[in-house]
């Protein structure tokens, strides 16, 4: 493939991701989530990225800046990656969740639910050859199994999905290491393979489209009649909003 072609591809994929991005911005599938945050944390970082970090809910600090991992715990994580020889711009970074949940509560099932379609399309559109789940809601959601992270940290599987095969490599959540200091030292060693992993590249893909989806074993999402397929207005946005939000898409998306 020429540069050409990969650099036409990339910029397919970013206009692609602005457009779940927007969708995402108008989603009221979950009323209290919609009705109490400040904004939504759709992800950032590198939109061709290898490596995909995904992460639990938004916090206050996320909430209020629309990035994902910029308190405490981002903190840790842009440590962790500086030490195998990588930083925040060389991976892309998301949540389970793309809003705050009140009071930084657990997601409830229905929540991950109906948020999981925006995680499937970013997983979709980056095409990582790792994902690595940080901590318990994702590792459940992305394995569709209720395994918990003690059991399954630092052991790399080959898991599709939606319809791409990934390496996907569980560790703790950073923020496990702030209120327990002897994690980090776990934490440490399952990051010092991410190199090893990544140096493998994508393993071989599945030769359907089709391929089976993870589901998680909660209830079913909110009633299509009273949730719309599509934020209401979201096309209809006027040309002035839309350049108002570049800037703030650049930053999400790391269009670099």
Known sequence: MSSG?????????????????????????????AATRKTVVFGMGNADADLMFVGEAPGANEDEQGLPFVGRAGKLLDK???????????????????????????????????????LLRQVELIEPTVICTLGNFSTKLLRGDPTGITRLHGQPEVRVIGARAVRLYPIYHPAAALYTPRM??????????????LALGAPE???SQEAEVPQPDVPEPVEAASVPEEPVGAEREPAAARSEQTATEVDQLGLF
């Open 80 to 118: 962790l990656l500086e030490e195998i020889g990588l930083e925040r711009g060389d991976v892309f970074v998301v949540n389970v969740l793309k809003c705050r949940p009140p009071g930084n509560r657990d997601p409830l099932p229905i929540e991950i639910s109906n948020c999981q379609e925006y």
């Open 184 to 197: 980090l030292e776990t934490l440490r060693e399952d990051f010092a393979r991410l190199p090893e992993l």
């Open 5 to 33: 072609e990969r650099q036409r591809s990339a910029s397919e994929r970013r206009e692609a991701l602005k457009e779940v991005l927007a969708q995402a911005r108008g989603c009221v599938r979950c009323s209290e989530l």
């Open 205 to 207: 893909q599945p030769l």
